[in-house]
């Protein structure tokens, strides 16, 4: 599986970004898909999160502001940006994952252990 993020840029604050995520080399075996941050100086970090089910998952930070979405047929996971804040300012990874977690599924285990796969990052600028 190999993941291609893109639609990063500078942005106002208050504005809106799409970012995208695609797939290629076996979406039908990715359960799980995220987002990920990494600001300078800053660990990564959690943003969103999307079943093969479309159920989905927001860190506190951009709930009601974020909107993840995917789309099998074309092979790609988006990621919908409005509101935007100078703290927004990071480079955004997607994340892919293969396992089929037991039942219940749990949240925080993805969180905690995402999948193998990852995108190369794409830069998100916020600017005053």
């Known amino acids: 599986v190999q993941l291609q993020a893109s639609g990063g840029g500078l942005v106002q604050a208050g504005g809106s970004l799409t970012l995208s995520c695609s797939v290629s080399?076996?979406?039908?075996?990715?359960?799980?898909m995220g987002w990920w941050r990494q600001a300078p100086g800053k660990e990564r970090e959690f943003v969103a999160a999307v079943t093969s089910g479309a159920n989905t998952h927001y860190a506190d930070s951009v709930k009601g502001r974020f909107a993840i979405s995917r789309n099998n047929y074309q092979n790609t996971m988006y990621l919908v940006m409005n509101s935007l804040k100078l703290e927004d300012t990071a480079v955004y990874y997607c994340?892919?994952?293969?396992?089929?977690?037991?039942?219940?599924?749990?949240?925080?285990?993805?969180?905690?252990?995402?999948?193998?796969?990852w995108g190369q990052g794409t830069q998100v600028t916020v600017s005053s």
């Open positions: 080399g076996g979406m039908s075996s990715v359960v799980t």
């Open positions: 994340n892919a994952d293969t396992k089929k977690w037991p039942s219940p599924f749990r949240w925080s285990d993805f969180v905690a252990w995402p999948g193998s796969y």
